[in-house]
C-alpha cells in the first residue's frame, strides 16, 4: 500500500510539474519549443518506471512495443485535435480527438503486436498527419504575462491525478493495455487545457500543430525501451531511455531554434 500511494504521489507531481512548467514557460517559449516540452514522456516514463519495479523485462517490452505503436495513432489524435480547434471550443475539440485516438487504437488492437506492425502504424501516422496537417493557422499572439500560479498548479495536478491512476492500475492490465494506456494523450490533453485557458485557442493550435513532429521525442523514448528491456534490466531500461529521448528532444530543440532564426 505504501509503494501504490507512493507512486500515485511521484507520478501526480511528476505530470503536474510538465504541466506547470509548459503553462509558466510557454509565453517565453513559444509554440515550437514548448511543443518539446510536452511531448518528453512524462506520463509513459514515471508510469514504466513503477511498473518496471514489480513486472519482468518481457512485460516492460511488450508494453513499450504497444506505446511505440501508438504514436502514429497520437499523431492523429494531434491533427484531428487542430482541426477541430477551428470551429469548437475546447471540449468538444478534446473529445472529437479521443475518439480519433479510440478509433486508431481498436484497429491497431485488431493486430498481433509485432515491431513491424508497430513501425507500420507510426508511419501511417506520421504520413496521415503529413498530408491532412492543418496550413494557415493564425501567428499567435502570446498575452503579456505567463499563467498564474494558482492556475497552473490545479490544471496541472488535476491532470497527474489522472495520469497516476492509470499508471499505478496498468500492472493489473496486462502489458498489452498498459503500454496503451500509458500512450494516451494524457500529458497532451491536460497541456492544451492549459494553454488554450491562459493563450488562447491559436496558440494552443499553434503548439498541437508544432507538437506533432516533436513527437519524435516520445517515439524514442517507446523504441528505445522495447530495444532494451531484454539486454538490460526494466528500472536501468526505463531510465536509459528517458535519458535517450531527453538528448533526442535537446538535439531537436535546437534544429527548431537553428531554423527558426533564419
Known amino acids: ?63 513499450a512495443l504497444m506505446a511505440f505503436g501508438v504514436t502514429g495513432i497520437i499523431l492523429i489524435y494531434c491533427t484531428a ?32 503486436p509485432s515491431l513491424l506492425v508497430a513501425s507500420c502504424s507510426v508511419a501511417l501516422g506520421a504520413l496521415g498527419a503529413l498530408v491532412l496537417r492543418r496550413r494557415g493557422i493564425p501567428k499567435p499572439v502570446a498575452p503579456p504575462s505567463a499563467a498564474g500560479w494558482r492556475f497552473a498548479i490545479v490544471r496541472g495536478l488535476a491532470a497527474g491525478i489522472v495520469v497516476a491512476t492509470v499508471a499505478t492500475a496498468s500492472p493489473w492490465l496486462g502489458a498489452h493495455w498498459s503500454g496503451i494506456l500509458l500512450a494516451f494523450p494524457t500529458t497532451l490533453l491536460a497541456s492544451t487545457w492549459m494553454l488554450w485557458g491562459h493563450y488562447g485557442r491559436d496558440f494552443t493550435a499553434a ?17 528505445a525501451l522495447h530495444l532494451l528491456a531484454g539486454p538490460m534490466a526494466g528500472v536501468a531500461a526505463v531510465l536509459t531511455a528517458f535519458a535517450l529521448s531527453g538528448v533526442v528532444a535537446g538535439l531537436y530543440a535546437a534544429v527548431l531554434m537553428r531554423f527558426s532564426r533564419r
Open 1 to 63: 500500500m505504501t509503494l501504490v500511494l507512493f507512486s500515485i504521489l511521484w507520478k501526480t507531481l511528476a505530470t503536474a510539474s510538465v504541466i506547470i512548467a509548459a503553462g509558466r514557460l510557454a509565453r517565453r517559449l513559444g509554440p515550437l519549443l514548448t511543443s518539446v516540452l510536452i511531448t518528453m514522456p512524462f506520463n509513459a516514463g514515471p508510469g514504466f518506471f513503477f511498473v518496471a519495479l514489480d513486472q519482468k523485462r518481457q512485460f516492460i517490452a511488450e508494453g
Open 81 to 112: 485535435w487542430v482541426h477541430a480547434a477551428r470551429r469548437f471550443n475546447f471540449v468538444v475539440t478534446s473529445l472529437l480527438g479521443i475518439c480519433a485516438w479510440l478509433a486508431g487504437v481498436l484497429a491497431l488492437d485488431s493486430l498481433t
Open 207 to 223: 503548439t498541437m500543430n508544432a507538437a506533432q513532429p516533436s513527437l519524435v521525442v516520445y517515439a524514442s523514448f517507446c523504441l
